[in-house]
């Protein structure tokens, strides 16, 4: 009887693992078909995106909102970003640069000429008395540039008696540089400092700085004068320029084209202005 139930439970136990081993089977099986169909989903969506981006650069479409063929787009893909040819894109910034550069040309020279425009000299026509006060020698002269001659009142100031002295004189309208050049020698006259081999030799404009000049000898005559008088014919100089030549408010003082450094009893290193 022991041998039969013995039997019994080695066929039971025998039939447990079979079904356990064929379950795990069937279950490695059941994996292995969910992967492959997993596989093969992926390939043809791979397949379909290919054949979409194919289509989509080789024959752009052109469809209405309504249109019911339209592709429809695919998420995920980017079209491809192609770029203009190098030789395209140098002459597209060139172009650029050319159009930069005339447009601020031109609005620079507008701008200046506006300036120059509300700050230049109020010019009064000579009258016939003054005409006919001129010589003999120039009078065919005074007579074709009747018409051309202009003359401007401005306000001078130099030094005199160690104060700053106020002067109205004429003069003939012409450029701001040489309208400024004549100044300064009639400043150079009046402040009776400086000899006549002190002169301005050239006149240079940068907004509201104006460059002055001078000869070699202005610098002996700085020096021979002293530091109160040199600094009142510069205070002069720079009030003379602010009240005529708007918008110039500064005065930078140059000998033979160089800064001075150096053998002045005054700082000509320095931009001059009068304190506001």
């Known amino acids: 009887m022991f041998r039969r139930e013995n ?7 025998a039939s447990a693992d079979t079904k356990r081993r064929l379950r795990e089977e069937a279950e490695k099986e059941i994996e292995k078909e969910l992967e492959r169909e997993l596989e093969l989903d992926m390939a043809a969506k791979r397949s379909r995106q290919d054949s979409a981006r194919r ?22 893909v980017e079209p491809i970003k192609r770029k203009a040819p190098l030789m395209l894109r140098l002459l597209a910034w ?61 306000s001078i100031y130099y030094p005199q008696n160690e104060t700053i002295a106020e002067d109205k004189v004429e003069i003939i309208a012409q450029t701001r540089e040489d309208n400024i050049s004549e100044i300064v020698l009639k400043l150079l006259e009046r402040s009776g400092l400086f000899g006549k081999d002190v002169y301005v030799k ?32 510069i205070t002069g100089v720079v009030r003379t320029m602010k009240d005529n030549f708007q918008p110039i408010e500064k005065v930078r003082f140059l000998v033979d084209s160089k800064i001075v450094t150096s053998g002045a009893p005054v700082d000509l290193t320095a931009t001059w202005q009068l304190p506001k």
């Open 55 to 76: 289509r989509r650069f080789a024959q752009p479409y052109d469809y209405d909102d309504y249109y019911d063929d339209a592709p429809e787009p695919i998420r995920g």
């Open 7 to 13: 039997k019994r439970v080695v066929r039971s136990r």
């Open 202 to 233: 050239h006149v240079f404009r940068n907004v509201d700085t104006v460059y002055i000049d001078f000869s070699a000898p202005f610098l002996q005559a700085l020096a021979s004068c002293g530091a109160k008088a040199s600094a009142l014919f």
């Open 94 to 154: 060139c172009g650029v640069i050319l159009f930069c550069f005339v447009v601020g040309y031109m609005g620079t020279s507008y701008v200046l000429l506006l300036m120059d425009k509300q700050s230049m000299l109020r010019p009064e026509t000579f009258g016939a008395d003054e005409l006919s006060a001129l010589s003999a020698d120039n009078a065919e002269f005074a007579s074709d540039a009747k018409l051309d001659m202009q003359k401007t009142m401005v």
